[in-house]
């Protein structure tokens, strides 16, 4: 019968994940996405280079730029403490529906927010709908072209303070050139690239950590 890759994905976690133990949910997909089937997914190499940039941070406030099925939303809010909280945008409905059945199942419901829309939208609703006041955490790992006009975004928003960290993932393939020209130059930054693997496979790619310094 017919189905799309998101719902494969689901469906691999409710087959073989543990419901509440976020790991083997992210075991599942992984496994799945190796396999089975590529997927956008941040992927096992690049999530311990996001994994370690949470657990260091211990971030109470975190945006994350595009869910997907909720891998990488997992991974971040497993790691949070006891009242952080994680917002995470997609605009794609079905991929929503997929990330919150995901995200349920590894029962970090009560740590995430999914909301679902643009970008470009939500960010300057972010304060009066959420109430938050900055973010220490940004994960960007949506449309390529929409890192720096939304980082740009964020900034004119005020949802970024001294020491806020940017993570943005595919800074190198497929690449986000206008981007890693604006952190890697702008007096605002302190940029620093993280050298890894596309996801599931042996191309390179990298994350780029960028401390904004206000
Ligand atoms: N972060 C996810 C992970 O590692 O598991 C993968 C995210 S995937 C690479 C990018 C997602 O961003 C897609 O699901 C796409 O629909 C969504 N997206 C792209 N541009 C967006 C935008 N401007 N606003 C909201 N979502 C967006
Ligand atoms: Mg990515």
Not at 53 to 78: D, F, H, K, M
Not at 159 to 166: A, C, D, V
């Amino acid at each position: 019968t017919w189905s799309t890759r998101p719902q494969r994905i689901l469906r691999a976690v409710q087959q073989s994940a543990t419901r509440g133990d976020p790991r083997s949910v992210v075991r599942a997909i992984d496994q799945f996405c190796r396999h089975k089937e590529w997927a956008m997914n941040v992927g096992d190499e690049k999530g311990c280079i996001l994994d370690s940039v949470v657990s260091e941070l211990n971030p109470s406030t975190v945006l994350e730029l595009g869910t997907y099925c909720g891998y990488s939303t997992v991974r971040i809010a497993s790691l949070l403490p006891p009242h952080a909280k994680l917002i995470t945008l997609e605009f794609n409905p079905d991929f929503a529906a997929v990330a919150r059945q995901v995200i349920a199942w590894a029962g970090l419901q009560g740590k995430v927010q999914l909301v679902e829309g643009a970008s470009g939208d939500w960010i300057p609703k972010m304060k009066e709908q959420f109430g938050v006041k900055t973010f220490d955490l940004v994960f960007l790992d949506h449309w390529k072209d929409r890192y720096l006009p939304d980082t740009k975004l964020m900034e004119e928003c005020g949802l970024l303070r001294k020491g806020s960290i940017l993570l943005a993932d595919n800074v190198i393939c497929p690449g986000t050139p206008d981007y890693l020209e604006y952190v890697r130059n702008s007096p605002r930054y302190k940029s620093q690239y993280f050298k890894s693997h596309l996801e599931y496979t042996k191309a390179e790619d990298g994350l780029e950590k960028s401390v904004f310094l206000g």
